[in-house]
């Protein structure tokens, strides 16, 4: 069905234990990337940092990755001479930060909403004697989603990010068992992790991130700016086959099969139940309590909408954001290539139209 001579069709793509992978995932169960010349295997990683750096190494092609990555990479890795680019925002929103359920049941927030549960942990913060440790809080990376959302959330609720609490990062999939054990007072991460702690009754979501920042785009396709040079063909048959993808995932009706898929053990090897809620927009906030409408908690690309045009604007957006956890070049926002998402519609829509006829 693809015009398109890919130079390289057998490819490896990363991602992470989440649910808002699904579009590789679903991609690969749809036969999406053999409709547009792909043979793809999926690798599944555990950290951020390692998909980065294999990326970067030329260990994959490809990669989901969270969106200021590419933006920030200058700061992380100095020496990198490699760039990283994006032509397609995967998808926005699909984080949470969630409380220990010890810290939260001593705070007793007057309204269980991400400002009554703010003001009560600042609140708690202030009554501690300044020699008592204080509370840790993790993310998954330094530049991430999830780090500029936990700092704005304690920064609304008057809490110095920087000073009143203490800061870490930790992979995804290893958050709970770190709140499990007491090591961490909370965390910011994608799905379903929030509500994996919450269905073990050792967590309290003390809000989605959409109920703060909406459409914030989180999951973009990455890959090394030498990789899409010598594989431009390529690089646009696997952007039509995950905006499909995405596309798919938009029409919640299809979410539900999505969530058999995804469960499964060569992807997020979880329960079905668990991936449910979110990628159904249902919030299970705490355990005793039942779940309730989180309309847009995973915003996934379509041709439709505008969530998946990775465009200077968004690029600059999130650097003024990073640029307050430290100083960042704000000369990258190039690295957020909105020609290569307008390529991508014109083919898909091309493709379209001669097929039809």
Not at 33 to 51: C, D, P
Not at 256 to 277: C, K, N, Q
Request: proline share 6%; aromatic share 6%; net charge negative.
């Amino acid at each position: 069905m693809s015009s398109l001579q890919a130079e390289k069709p057998n490819l490896k793509l990363l991602y992470l234990r989440l649910t808002d992978s699904a579009p590789l995932i679903i991609a690969r169960e749809l036969g999406l990337f053999e409709r547009y010349g792909l043979k793809v295997e999926l690798q599944r990683e555990t950290s951020w940092a390692t998909l980065r750096d294999k990326l970067i190494g030329g260990a994959a092609d490809a990669a989901a990755m969270l969106a200021p990555m590419p933006l920030t990479l200058k700061q992380t890795l100095p020496n990198c001479e490699e760039e990283l680019l994006s032509g397609l925002i995967l998808s926005c929103n699909g984080n949470g930060i969630t409380l220990s359920k010890t810290l939260y049941d001593r705070l007793q927030p007057a309204t269980d909403d991400a400002a009554g549960t703010g003001a009560a942990l600042s609140a708690f913060i202030r009554a501690r004697a300044e020699s008592e440790t204080p509370l840790t809080f993790a993310s998954v990376y330094p530049f991430s989603s999830h780090t500029l959302q936990l700092r704005h959330w304690l920064s609304s609720a008057g809490i110095n990010p920087d000073t009143d609490v203490r800061l870490l990062v930790l992979p995804p999939e290893q958050m709970v068992d770190h709140l499990r054990r007491g090591d961490i007072d909370g965390f910011c991460v994608g799905e379903p992790w929030n509500t994996i702690a919450v269905q073990e009754g050792i967590g309290v979501i003390a809000t989605p991130n959409n109920a703060m920042m909406p459409a914030m785009p989180e999951k973009v396709l990455a890959v090394t700016r030498s990789w899409h040079q010598t594989n431009p063909a390529t690089h646009l048959a696997l952007r039509a086959a995950l905006l499909e993808a995405c596309g798919w995932l938009s029409d919640r009706s299809q979410r539900r099969d999505a969530v058999g898929i995804l469960a499964r053990p060569e992807y997020l090897d979880l329960p079905e139940e668990t991936i449910a809620l979110s990628l159904n927009d249902q919030l299970l906030r705490r355990q005793d309590r039942v779940p309730t409408e989180n309309t847009g908690w995973h915003l996934f690309a379509h041709p439709q909408s505008d969530h998946g045009r990775p465009t200077d604007k968004k690029a600059r957006e999130l650097l003024i954001l990073c640029n307050d956890i430290a100083p960042v070049d704000t000369d990258t926002t190039q690295l957020f290539q909105a020609d290569l998402y307008q390529q991508t519609l014109d083919f898909i829509r091309h493709r379209h139209i001669r097929v039809a006829t």
